[in-house]
């Protein structure tokens, strides 16, 4: 063997397997028996007002739903029960003993089952004991709406916990009074499915895990420069632009993710990113292109353009029923308008600048928005470039830098806040604590002002996940997302100093782990890796 190759192995062995044998050797002289600090709430997110007591409660495996109230035993609360029973009984428990816990009592104010922004997600949750009033215990969810009602059973599921030693599932710490509601009405994960085609069934898996956080928006940014994977009936050859025949979503698919999201009340969002970001629209429509050599942004000069436009949000309307339509407007390079001859002799016509007609652009897209009766959201540069042109409806998307929600509402306008440097998901070096603690209506004072910071959202860009990955890049850092917009700040501050925030954020990693959702640990340097040896999963 030569000295290069024994110098070879030595680094080898030094960079990777002495590592690995050396952190063996530590973890099985750490091995413990883990012990949960009982003087936490386990719940995530952490409700708004509640109290509990020292009781422990038994729930019967047959549990029934009773309805009382204007909702006559709504499909979706039923199916809703239905999966959290599968759930919390997953272990299967004695039968025949006695229980204190037998029935849940579900009352709910409206039958109406529209899902809009704004819906009331309050809920109140009684868990009690038997008294000399009544033999068995009682758990009751009351809530003005059905969507209420839903945050109420994910509330109440995660009280239920299986004890292993008498093989029966128990609530702790009875009785509970909680009455909770959101601090927030928009709470979204964007999921980017250009970059990498998702699976029907992953999007399925991603929007049931939102529910178990309360986030109730699912931003679909569907199509983008690498890939167009929608059908759009208008406009068929639109999804030539696919990477391949078998990475598509068909309306029907569509139709199926919007359904499936309402039945956990979450709201899809559908994008269309205009006038940049839509190289793919050219595979199928090459005249969409300033030429075929600068495919990008979109060719503004003709009517064309803006009737493809027109005719995929004619088809989406009949597919997203929520009231924001994402148009995107980011990152727009203006050169193909500059240099294409056609282009700019349509800009020297119209006595337009390219930033000009980045405006242009924009505005009429907001316009066919608007007469599909959709509210138009735009990315901040929008508002950055001609914010006093917009129309007043618009929504601003902050995304690249600090204070833009603040400016926004200060200027009358809706700002959803999504600040790159804390909650892009695919910054994979941003640790859980910057995205726990960061706070979307900083700098804005205003009780006016700030009911026009609807909320915020975790974006999932798609470059570097995919159906492999893209679960584990998700969660937990969204949970702490979820946390920060539903639950209320200074119950948030005052009761969770950073270890404890910690201890019930791994906690409720492993609450999603159980649940089969592949949530990553909490607090390994860089997002989604995988644990370096063996441990508890609460003790990551």
């Not at 509970?176 to 927030?184: L, M």
């Not at 969002?269 to 595979?283: I, N, R, Y």
């Not at 999504?418 to 009780?447: A, C, M, R």
């Not at 975790?458 to 584990?472: K, N, R």
Request: contains cysteine.
């Amino acid at each position: 063997m030569s000295s290069n190759s024994q110098f070879l192995l030595k680094t080898l062995f030094l960079l990777f397997i002495f590592p690995l044998v050396n952190a063996r050797s530590i973890k099985s002289t750490l091995h413990k028996t883990t012990e949960l600090d009982e003087s936490l709430t386990y719940l995530w997110p952490l409700p708004s007002q509640f109290t509990f007591g020292n009781d422990t409660l038994t729930v019967d495996p047959n549990l029934s739903i009773v309805f009382t109230g204007n909702v006559g035993g709504s499909v979706i609360v039923k199916e809703a029960f239905e999966r959290y029973k599968k759930i919390i009984f997953k272990h299967g428990s004695k039968s025949g003993d006695f229980f204190d816990v037998t029935q849940l009592t579900v009352i709910v104010h409206s039958d109406n089952d529209e899902l809009q922004l704004g819906v009331d997600e309050s809920y109140s949750l009684l868990v009690t004991k038997s008294n000399e009033h009544s033999i068995i215990g009682e758990v009751s969810i009351e809530a003005n709406s059905i969507y209420g009602a839903l945050r109420g059973l994910e509330t109440m599921s995660q009280l239920c916990i299986f004890d292993y030693g008498v093989k029966t599932v128990q609530i702790h710490k009875a009785p509970w009074f909680i009455q909770d509601k959101p601090r927030f009405a928009y709470r979204g994960l964007l999921l980017d499915t250009s970059r990498h085609y998702l699976p029907i069934e992953i999007i399925k898996q991603i929007i049931e895990s939102m529910s178990y956080t309360k986030l109730n928006v699912l931003h679909w940014h569907i199509i983008d420069e690498e890939s167009f994977p929608l059908e759009v009936p208008s406009y068929p050859n639109l999804w030539k632009g696919s990477y391949t025949k078998w990475e598509r979503y068909t309306v029907e698919d569509a139709y199926e993710i919007v359904d499936f999201a309402k039945m956990r009340g979450i709201n899809v969002m559908a994008e269309v990113d205009v006038p940049g970001h839509a190289e793919s629209w050219g595979a199928g429509y090459p005249d969409l292109w300033p030429s075929p050599s600068c495919k990008e942004p979109l060719d503004v000069s003709k009517n064309y353009t803006f009737d493809v436009i027109a005719g995929i949000l004619a088809d989406m309307r009949k597919i997203f029923p929520f009231e924001f339509f994402h148009l995107g407007g980011d990152e727009v390079n203006t050169t193909c308008w500059t240099t294409t001859p056609h282009i700019k002799q349509w800009l020297q016509d119209h006595n337009m600048t390219s930033k000009d007609a980045y405006e242009y652009f924009v505005l009429r897209a907001q316009e066919i928005a608007i007469s599909h009766n959709w509210t138009p959201v735009n990315w901040e540069e929008t508002f950055n470039t001609f914010p006093s042109k917009l129309n007043p409806q618009t929504v601003v998307h902050n995304w690249l830098r600090g204070g833009v929600c603040q400016e926004a509402v200060a200027k009358g306008f809706r700002c959803i806040y999504s600040n790159q440097g804390f909650w892009y998901l695919d910054h994979l070096d941003v640790p859980w604590d910057k995205v726990y603690y960061t706070e979307p209506l900083e700098g804005i004072k205003s009780i006016s002002e700030q009911k026009l910071l609807l909320g915020g959202e975790a974006c999932m860009w798609g470059e570097t996940a995919d159906a492999s990955d893209v679960q584990q890049t998700i969660w937990p850092r969204a949970a702490a997302v979820a946390e920060r917009l539903w639950s209320d700040k200074e119950a948030t501050s005052s009761t969770n100093t950073t270890s404890a925030a910690l201890q019930r954020l791994e906690y409720f990693r492993c609450l999603l782990t159980r649940r089969g959702v592949p949530a990553a640990p909490v607090t390994n340097f860089y997002a989604r890796r995988p644990p370096l040896g063996p441990g508890s999963c609460y003790e990551q």
